[in-house]
Each structure stands twice: as structure tokens, then as C-alpha cells.
């Protein structure tokens, strides 16, 4: 089984700032990450994925997570926001046939 | 290419009544999946459908059940609804079933149970 946790339900940054949103995880199996943007009133956006290879993964909008298999994380990072990456932010991993594990989220708001 | 799309975007229902989601997917793919979402929370995995098939389920009660058709569309039923069932249904598609693959989402269908 596996399962997701998203350490800060809420992180405010300044516009231009840097963030890191965190994420753990725990699997018993081979894990396969993601992190994924959800805008309001819309559905999931694939941000990035970690399935092998280089632990550094970047993604979409500027982007990139680190993966970790020592202190089981996937820290999501970007080195400057904009006011358009205000969203709901969501790791989940995938270790079989069960779908995808989501944590609880993330908001990221930014604040001019 | 078209993306996914899902009907209706709202709906409000009763408890104890029936309700049918809808979805298409997008172009190319072969798979489904379908999620929920309750308010201010992750998305929770319902079930998988491949070529028709069910081939993976999440830790939802049979009342939940689904169907995928032969041009690859799908349906979430859900009977004898409780109030608990009100969230955010999301589907999604992929080219195929397996772990690596990316999942496309649709926007969803708000169900509301009152």
C-alpha cells in the first residue's frame, strides 16, 4: 500500500519569491511520482513525473522536484512564482494496479 | 485533439437516489479512471476500466459501479446515494493501463446529495 503526505495544507509566497511545497511518501513497492495543479473549478494538470533515472525532474511552467529515496520525498520546487501559479498543488504516487494515491494538497497563494 | 470531457457539470440528487457520470475520453486512449474528490481533500481512486474490463479498484462499496463502452467512453453509477457521496467525480484517461502512464483528467461533475 502506499500512501501521500503533503506537510503544509497552505503556503502564502510573495510574487517572484521562490517555493518549495513538500511532499512524503511511503510504498512498499517500486513507486512511480507525480505532482499534478488543479486551477480552480478545473480538474488535475500533470505538472511532472518521476519514473527512473536522474532524481532531478522537471516539469511544466518552470517546475522541478527532486526525488529522494532516502528521506522518502519529492519536494516540489519553483525559483520564481508568478500571481497565474496561485492552485491547488498534489503529489500522489502509483506502486501498482490500484491507480493513483493523491496527499490532501497544497494551496499556493501568492501574493503580489 | 479533444481532451476529455465529462457530463453533466453539476448535479443534485437525493439520498437514496441513483445517479450516472459520464465520460469521454480523449483520443487514442484505452483507459479509464475514475476518482473522487471530496471538498478539501486529494483525489481518492473509485476503479480502473481497460478494453471494457475493470481491472483495478479502489476501496469503494459495490454500489459503486461502472462501464466502459467499445469507443472507450464511460460511466460512474453510483446507487442508494448518501450524503457522503457529495464531491468532485473526476475521470480520466491514459493510452494504456499501465503504471507509468500519464493521466489526463476532465474537469469533473460536481454531485451534490442532499
Redesign the interface.
Known amino acids: 500500500a502506499q500512501s501521500v503526505t503533503q506537510l503544509d495544507s497552505q503556503v502564502p509566497v510573495f510574487e517572484e519569491a521562490p517555493v518549495e511545497l513538500r511532499c512524503n511518501y511511503s510504498s512498499s513497492v517500486s513507486v512511480y511520482l507525480f505532482w499534478y495543479v488543479q486551477y480552480p473549478n478545473q480538474g488535475l494538470q500533470l505538472l511532472l513525473k518521476y519514473l527512473s533515472g536522474s532524481t532531478l525532474v522537471k516539469g511544466i511552467n518552470g517546475f522541478e522536484a527532486e526525488f529522494n529515496k532516502s528521506q522518502t520525498s519529492f519536494h516540489l520546487r519553483k525559483p520564481s512564482v508568478h500571481i497565474s501559479d496561485t492552485a491547488e498543488y498534489f503529489c500522489a504516487v502509483r506502486g501498482g494496479a490500484d491507480g493513483l494515491t493523491f496527499g490532501k494538497g497544497t494551496h499556493l497563494i501568492i501574493q503580489p | 485533439e479533444t481532451g476529455?470531457t465529462q457530463s453533466p457539470t453539476h448535479l443534485i440528487k437525493t439520498r437514496g437516489q441513483q445517479v450516472t457520470l459520464r465520460c469521454s475520453s480523449q483520443s487514442g486512449h484505452n483507459t479509464v479512471?475514475w476518482?473522487q474528490q471530496a471538498l478539501?481533500?486529494?483525489?481518492?481512486?473509485?476503479?480502473?476500466y481497460y478494453r471494457e474490463e475493470e481491472?483495478?479498484?479502489?476501496n469503494f462499496p459495490p454500489r459503486f459501479s461502472g462501464l466502459q463502452f467499445p469507443n472507450y467512453s464511460s460511466e460512474l453509477n453510483v446507487n442508494a446515494l448518501e450524503l457522503d457521496d457529495s464531491a468532485l467525480y473526476?475521470c480520466?484517461s491514459s493510452l494504456d493501463?499501465s503504471?507509468?502512464g500519464?493521466?489526463?483528467?476532465?474537469?469533473?461533475t460536481r454531485l451534490t446529495v442532499t
Do not use: E
Not at chain 2, 478539501?40 to 480502473?48: L, N, R, V
Not at chain 2, 481491472?55 to 479502489?58: L, Q, V
Not at chain 2, 500519464?102 to 469533473?108: D, I, K, R, S, W
Open positions: 476529455v479512471s476518482y478539501g481533500q486529494g483525489p481518492q481512486f473509485i476503479f480502473q481491472n483495478g479498484r479502489g473526476l480520466a493501463p503504471v507509468i500519464t493521466l489526463h483528467f476532465g474537469n469533473g
